[in-house]
């Protein structure tokens, strides 16, 4: 995690008025943050970190400042960089006058809820359902192979998790209703 305000970085100074090599401590301390929580999603920390340098950042920036601001390897950066594109959370921008890529985070947090639901959650929720509905007719086929007791707790149990998958639709149509995003 970046813990330096100052870090050396080749971006000309042209492409900012201040200096390009300073972070806010409310941006490091924001970059800290979406680390964490990235990393107790599950998720590589520094995509996290990646995604609250770009989200606070004024200007776009390019991979090797990416990962000289976050205090990550240029791999890492570039790994994170395609993942936060791939869920739609940040964009990429050729800059011809410097013949290189630059990112920015999508600065609309609803959009950004709205890219992340659409590239990632909406077929995962559609396949567990399919999937539920295939382990629902399996149990079926093999109902007179297991005792009862066995055939009630596994549809007990997979009734559980169909009702959580519903739950996390639900709360996914009741959300982007009341933020008035359309999907």
């Given amino acids: 995690m970046v813990q330096k305000t100052e870090l050396p970085v080749t971006r000309p100074t042209t492409r900012r008025a201040s200096n390009p090599n300073h ?3 409310t941006q490091v301390e924001f970059m800290g943050t979406c680390g964490r929580f990235s990393q107790s999603l599950g998720l590589s920390r520094s995509w996290g970190t990646i995604f ?3 989200y606070l950042s004024p200007v776009e920036i390019g991979l ?3 990962a000289d601001l976050a205090e990550i390897s240029k791999g890492s ?5 395609r993942q936060l ?7 990429k921008k050729w800059m011809r006058e410097e013949k290189r890529d630059f990112f920015e985070a999508v600065p609309n947090p609803e959009e950004a809820l709205k890219n992340l639901y659409q590239n990632i959650l909406k077929s995962r929720l559609e396949n567990s359902q399919d999937k539920m509905q295939e382990f629902t007719q399996l149990l079926e086929t093999e109902k007179t192979d297991l005792t009862p007791k066995e055939f009630k707790h596994i549809r007990t149990q997979l009734n559980n998790l169909d009702q959580l998958r519903e739950k996390i639709k639900n709360l996914k149509l009741l959300l982007f ?3 008035k995003i359309s999907l």
């Avoid at 950066?77 to 960089?81: I, K, M, N, R, Y």
């Fill in 77 to 81: 950066a570039s790994q994170g960089t």
């Fill in 52 to 54: 609250g340098l770009l």
């Fill in 23 to 25: 972070l806010a401590r």
């Fill in 85 to 91: 594109l791939a869920m739609g959370l940040i964009r």
């Fill in 64 to 66: 090797q400042e990416i």
């Fill in 177 to 179: 209703r009341k933020i």
